[in-house]
DNA sequence: GATGAATGAGGATTCATTCAT
DNA sequence: CATGAATGAATCCTCATTCAT
């Protein structure tokens, strides 16, 4: 009934990575990596510079700990999506791409991948990361997606190289769009209308014309 | 008393700069704002550091110059095409994307679609300015494109406050992958096949389904 | 509720302290003070580092507390043969000599030597005490012998005021070496025949020449 | 012929680095390596912490070149004497201690060897090289002493592994003594009284009794 | 008594910027 | 116009020290 069992500090020693890396997400999507101060970091995590270091050797580890902290958890989500489905693919798809634009504003990966562009080469390594646990991923739901179309005779046949980056580009540039230019004046994009333009569009390119 | 007793400066005033700029376009795509050194670009352009000061008065506004620099002489290119092109909408859609890929790659404005993102909010102004002289006249000359089509009856009715975006997306995707990923183990995209499934699934997705 | 219930814990009290300055002068000698980290000398003895502080106010207390007691109970150990010895004083030098030789490798005493070079400067209180408790009982002692070698007419007549200095250097020297040069590529003094040859060219020039 | 040929202010960029090396001996011999802070080292020297940098990569290179620049001009000196000394051995050994206690005021490698003491195991190459550069020359220059004496018949048989060790022992001691406890109460060592017992020692033990 | 998480002052280092030549 | 030596503010990082448990 009590936690008393447990050394009395391991909830704080526990949590506390969580918030650093939170604090560490938000300040490095808003600013990039070198415009992060590590105090900013602490401060927003309401802790020291120093307890910073007790958790992260320095700024390039709390960064790469930041971008593999938040997209490991994300991505087995939508893997579940497709595998499950029942129906005709285009409806899969458009679910998928629903709960996909769903998460950009809920979900942290939105900022990640602004990053990713932004210091992809100056963190060479962290790039190959990316690559593998999201992009590479992605694609290959992706592909599994037209597959399904295709075998059902739902989808024109489709270049597998290319068209799943053709998919995902706008959805990508909207996450980018709403990252880094939301505290400028420019506008955001209205979510609504540009996921119907956005399917409509898509299914009429991927669908057998009859 | 003017500086026209010495004609043979002039010209090398003029010319100072545009090296100047070409290298800190380099250095700043490739490494972003912050983690380019001002020492690096002099270097590149062969120049003493001092030297950058006497063009620019100082790293912010170096920055500046390039992104705007770059910018301008790149932009009306585009839109003379637009109210040249005689024969069907689609034909000139195909046309219009064709060269804007082949700028891709020649041409530097890739690398500034890359450096916004990443540093619009550290630079509000130079994301106001990058929008009305880049989003915004992209987006009217597709507008404009897209009336052309819907007026003739080739295109169907589009919302064209969102549709002009998600055409631009795989393209700006395209930059973006190339200029971030360039020395990185992620392979490039393939530009041939990937404009004409790109352009494939626009216009199927644009054309009226008769 | 009080703690004297506990009496376990009081002879552990005691002990302690010893377990630390043992390992805090190993990890003094072999760093420097500055260089020398106090959660590694924690890590040493075994104890974390708030236990440290239970013990000694500061690191430079440690520190104190460390030269002090490792010096205090090895100097009379030394005094005593003096007094006791019967027989020619020649006799007594290699006794003294070869004793002292011993201890080196056995006692930790050679490492406060060099610590005391290496931070006189830093610590004059601890030089002071180190002067008065090492230097001048050692010079005392040697005094001592040679005045009893005077008085004997086994030596010729020595200036009290240097010799003594002079005797000790070459002991000095090899503690420092073996010290300091224990990790390094450089290799150990033999100590047998250092001490033959030191003896020999020692007492040849204390002893009357007849 | 003329210097006119090279960089106009060569000249200041030549003398810094010796102005940097000399304030920066005096700080790491006063205060060991840990210790001396840069923003020291540059005040002293009169110019600010970031011109360190110019002329020294760190910290670190900073002393070894500390260590290296004093150490090298400061050996082919003594090693002359030897190979042009003529006349008795014994003589020569009086002129070399002579020279070299006369060197150790003024010149700055007494405050070397009290550094090599306290370093040498933070800094191991250096250790080693002041092994070859300094040690290991040293024990040469003294081995032919030793080889010329002997030849000659004036110096008893010698173990020359450990008597030059023993020779060089009051010697060194001297010098980390008068660096070491400077700034202590503890008096020096009168040079001209410790020298003569030292000579009359040594010279005791080296020469054949008849 | 013992722990180790948390702190923050202090110092090394970087780099945009200035200025004498 | 051009240089590059010099500057010092800004930031990362370390580690002695504290204190709640």
Same mark, same amino acid.
């Given at each position: 009934m009590t936690t008393e069992i447990k050394p009395r500090w391991t909830r704080r020693k526990d949590s506390r990575p969580q918030e650093l890396l939170s604090a560490a997400l938000d300040l490095f999507v808003e600013h990039g990596y070198a415009a992060t101060k590590l105090s900013e970091v602490a401060q927003v995590a309401g802790v020291?510079?120093?307890? /910073?270091?007790?958790? @992260? &050797?320095n700024k390039e580890e709390l960064f790469k700990a930041v971008v593999r902290e938040t997209i490991v958890p994300n991505?087995?989500?939508?893997?579940? /999506?497709?595998?499950? @489905? &029942?129906?005709?693919?285009?409806e899969l798809f458009k679910r998928l791409i629903r709960t996909w634009f769903e998460n950009i504003n809920t979900n942290k990966l939105s900022g990640i991948a602004k990053l990713m562009f932004a210091e992809s080469s100056n963190f060479p390594e962290l790039a190959e990361f990316y690559r593998?646990?999201?992009?590479?991923?992605?694609e290959l739901m992706l592909i599994q997606l037209l597959n399904r179309g295709m075998l059902s005779g739902e989808f024109k046949q489709l270049d597998l190289?290319?068209?799943?980056?053709?998919i995902t580009a706008p959805i990508i540039m909207m996450m980018l769009w709403?990252?880094?230019?939301?505290?400028?004046?420019?506008?955001?994009i209205?979510?609504?209308?540009y996921i119907e333009s956005y399917v409509d569009i898509m299914l009429a390119?991927?669908?057998k014309s009859n």
């Open positions: 020291s510079k120093g307890t /910073l270091y007790l958790y @992260f &050797e991505i087995a989500e939508a893997e579940q /999506l497709i595998v499950e @489905f &029942e129906g005709p693919t285009r593998v646990e999201v992009i590479d991923r992605n190289a290319v068209v799943p980056k053709i709403n990252t880094s230019f939301k505290s400028c004046a420019i506008e955001p209205l979510t609504e209308n390119g991927l669908l």
